[in-house]
């Protein structure tokens, strides 16, 4: 499967924030370059890591526009514009398509709970609003909902700009159909660091990850090496760094990748309620699992 929309690599960006939990756009745009020189083929802005619940449509817009000046045309830009309300969700999308974006994220509806006829419309809709690329994106775990094979392939061969999807169901059968009943140019990313392997080798082109918001190199490495068929060193990377991914997730994403960023000298704020900052205890944790894998010395 060749040319994936968002490469092998893409990294689900944190938002920084300054001390009153603003948006730090300047420290955003030196994040952005600093995924970029670390390896990341890619950038979703604002998704679940970038705690797109708490930031509202007019500082998306702000990120949005921050990221983009500071990328400049240097890797594809894709924004989160997903929503649980179908016709907001087609405003807004319109909108940010305008900005020069290379694509957007569209999140299965939370809170809702649609059936699955609910969920081809909504994406269906939205999609045929704009001209950009579509990303879809199934977390059953934050949506409540899981979006079913059936689905994912139906909006694959209906919607012409709906070119991909963010599988973070953990169902590595119903990813598998996924792969091998989807358009050729469709394609499929795993929303799970820890399950990045697994589905590469069912069909997966890489990975929309956390972790490479605090270790781009050493997850590209892990990529770049399944890509070119050397399992063998693509599991002994995996091996190395999956304790760090496992930490990340032992509280609410992005807590902790916040954390390990400020761990390893490069801060960007808090979160915003209702999220709280990490305790003592799970920084002590996470910078001794960060030494551990090798992230810091």
Request: charge should be negative; hydrophobic fraction near 40%; include cysteine.
């Given at each position: 499967?060749?040319?994936?929309?968002?490469?092998?690599?893409?990294?689900?960006?944190?938002?920084?924030?300054?001390?009153?939990?603003?948006?730090?756009?300047?420290?955003?745009?030196?994040?952005?370059?600093?995924?970029?020189?670390?390896?990341?083929?890619?950038?979703?802005?604002?998704?679940?890591?970038?705690?797109?619940?708490?930031?509202?449509?007019?500082?998306?817009?702000?990120?949005?526009?921050?990221?983009l000046?500071?990328?400049?045309?240097?890797?594809?830009?894709f924004?989160?514009?997903?929503?649980?309300?179908?016709?907001?969700?087609?405003?807004?999308?319109?909108?940010?398509?305008q900005?020069g974006?290379?694509?957007?994220?569209?999140?299965?509806?939370?809170?809702?709970?649609?059936?699955?006829e609910?969920?081809?419309?909504?994406?269906?809709?939205?999609?045929?609003?704009?001209?950009?690329?579509?990303?879809l994106?199934?977390?059953?775990?934050?949506?409540?909902?899981?979006?079913?094979?059936?689905?994912?392939?139906?909006?694959?061969?209906?919607?012409?700009?709906?070119?991909?999807?963010?599988?973070?169901?953990?169902?590595?059968?119903?990813?598998?159909?996924?792969?091998?009943?989807?358009?050729?140019?469709?394609?499929?990313?795993?929303?799970?660091?820890?399950?990045?392997?697994?589905?590469?080798?069912?069909?997966?082109?890489?990975?929309?990850?956390?972790?490479?918001?605090?270790?781009?190199?050493?997850?590209?490495?892990?990529?770049?090496?399944?890509?070119?068929?050397?399992?063998?060193?693509?599991?002994?990377?995996?091996?190395?760094?999956?304790?760090?991914?496992?930490?990340?997730?032992?509280?609410?994403?992005?807590?902790?990748?916040?954390?390990?960023?400020?761990i390893?000298?490069?801060?960007?704020?808090?979160?915003?309620?209702?999220?709280?900052?990490?305790?003592?205890?799970?920084?002590?944790?996470?910078?001794?699992?960060?030494?551990?894998?090798?992230?810091?010395?």
């Open positions: 499967m060749n040319n994936p929309p968002l490469g092998n690599l893409c990294t689900a960006m944190i938002t920084p924030f300054d001390n009153n939990r603003e948006l730090d756009l300047v420290r955003a745009q030196e994040l952005t370059q600093r995924l970029i020189d670390g390896g990341t083929d890619s950038i979703v802005v604002c998704g679940t890591t970038g705690e797109s619940p708490t930031i509202f449509y007019p500082q998306k817009l702000d990120l949005f526009n921050a990221v000046d500071a990328n400049d045309g240097q890797i594809p830009i924004a989160n514009v997903g929503d649980n309300c179908t016709a907001d969700s087609v405003s807004f999308a319109r909108e940010v398509a900005l974006v290379d694509g957007i994220m569209l999140v299965v509806p939370y809170y809702n709970k649609p059936p699955q609910g969920l081809y419309r909504h994406f269906r809709t939205i999609a045929e609003a704009v001209d950009v690329p579509v990303l994106y199934n977390i059953p775990g934050r949506c409540v909902i899981n979006m079913e094979a059936e689905t994912t392939l139906r909006l694959a061969h209906d919607v012409e700009n709906i070119v991909a999807v963010k599988e973070a169901s953990g169902k590595l059968d119903q990813i598998e159909r996924i792969c091998k009943e989807s358009p050729d140019d469709f394609y499929v990313y795993s929303g799970d660091d820890e399950k990045t392997l697994p589905i590469m080798e069912i069909g997966g082109v890489g990975v929309i990850s956390t972790i490479s918001n605090v270790a781009p190199a050493r997850m590209k490495e892990i990529v770049a090496a399944q890509v070119e068929g050397d399992h063998t060193r693509a599991m002994a990377a995996f091996l190395k760094l999956q304790p760090l991914m496992h930490q990340l997730f032992t509280t609410s994403n992005p807590i902790l990748v916040k954390e390990a960023l400020k390893a000298g490069f801060p960007v704020g808090g979160v915003r309620l209702p999220l709280i900052d990490a305790t003592d205890e799970q920084s002590e944790e996470l910078e001794r699992v960060m030494r551990q894998v090798g992230v810091i010395e």
